[in-house]
């Protein structure tokens, strides 16, 4: 009978250290937050314009489209790239965040050729020290847009 109440004892406090394990993970897992704003184009599919978790915010990839109208803006890709990044400034506002806190972008162009203008703008809005970026020219981008840039940032408020 020794034997059998030591087993039942070791069983019940393996399950006991598994539960609480598994309650303590639960408890650890990361909460995420979808963001919404007018003042960036709506989604066109199922995906968010960003999510926030554990103190980041991961942006949806932005393209030059007016937030107002859902059209491209036009004057080629350096008024798309001021576009994209208007829009990707907007919806960092609504999750807490804005420009400054960018740690990573990546940046699909068309047509690398357009790499020079891009970074340009690009450099005037994102201040130092400057995010990790990647930057790859890509077949197509969604309506034909020039460019699409996407970013995570550091969620500075909470929202």
């Known amino acids: ?9 070791r069983y019940s406090l393996i399950a006991v250290i598994l539960i609480t394990s598994a309650l ?18 709506k989604a066109i599919g199922p995906y968010s314009q960003a999510i926030v978790a554990n ?3 991961f942006a949806a990839g932005q393209i030059g489209s007016d937030p107002k109208t859902g ?10 790239t001021e576009q994209v990044l208007k829009n990707i400034e907007a919806v960092l506002k609504a999750a807490g965040s804005s420009m400054k806190d960018v740690v990573k972008a990546t940046v699909f162009l068309a047509d690398m050729n357009d790499f020079a203008k891009m970074n340009a703008i690009y450099g005037k809005w ?17 309506r034909d847009a020039r460019i699409e840039i996407e970013v995570i940032a550091v969620a500075t408020q909470k929202k």
């Open 71 to 80: 059209t491209l803006v036009e004057g080629g890709i350096e008024a798309e």
């Open 126 to 142: 994102m201040g130092e020290p400057y995010p990790a970026r990647s930057t790859v020219q890509v077949a197509r981008l969604p």
């Open 55 to 57: 103190g980041f915010v």
């Open 24 to 41: 303590a993970v639960g408890a650890q897992s990361p909460v995420k937050k979808a963001i919404a704003t007018d003042e960036a184009p």
């Open 1 to 9: 009978m020794g034997f059998h109440t030591i087993s039942g004892i």
